[in-house]
């Protein structure tokens, strides 16, 4: 009986199978997406300057504080103030917070060379040496309410040119100004 009982469940199982649809196979495709493509500036492209929040005066009047002097970063990230005669003699003048920079700049293709600057009235906050190399002078010093100096630009053809900071106690703002412009 044990054997008739076997096999019958066999065959049970046997029939079943048999029996049993093989549903076909459907293949899943993800829905179409476009590929992820790395986003490569061209040669051409460059990203922008990071925000200068807090960092450039565009009005010429310095923040209120005493901060560190600038990196060289936050001077290459904030454009140029309005100073007197500044552009027909080469100079580049930025502020950053508090902080004054006038950079006087000449081509050794040219025959006009600058020489010299440095502090000749007044008192320097900023306490930072000038800076003079072949083809560049350049000042750096705090702009504070109660400033008032005097640095003297020299090129050896033009002669002198007399830099003047200034910000009256109670005046709403410094002046920055050349004593004269570049000959014509």
């Known amino acids: 009986m044990r054997h008739g009982l076997t096999w019958g469940l066999i065959a049970i199982i046997g029939a079943l199978l048999a029996c049993k649809k093989e549903e076909p196979k459907q293949e899943t495709v993800p829905a179409a997406t476009a590929p992820a493509m790395p986003v490569v500036p061209t040669p051409n492209e460059t990203a922008p300057p990071a925000p200068s929040v807090g960092m450039e005066s565009k009005t010429g009047i310095p923040t209120a504080g005493n901060s560190k002097p600038p990196t060289v970063a936050e001077w290459g990230a904030v454009g140029e103030i309005t100073v007197r005669h500044s ?21 050794e293709k040219t025959s006009n060379q600058i020489t ?17 190399k072949k083809g560049v002078a350049s000042i750096v010093t705090q702009v504070k309410p109660g400033i008032d100096a005097d640095w003297t630009f020299e090129w050896n053809e033009w002669g002198k040119r007399v830099l003047t900071v200034k910000w009256p106690n109670g005046a709403p703002s410094p002046t920055y100004e050349f004593d004269q412009s570049a000959p014509k």
């Open 116 to 132: 010299d600057v440095k502090l000749t009235r007044g008192k320097d906050f900023g306490a930072i040496p000038v800076f003079v």
């Open 87 to 107: 552009t027909p003699l080469n100079c580049e003048t930025k502020l950053v917070r508090e902080w004054l920079r006038v950079s006087c700049r000449t081509s």
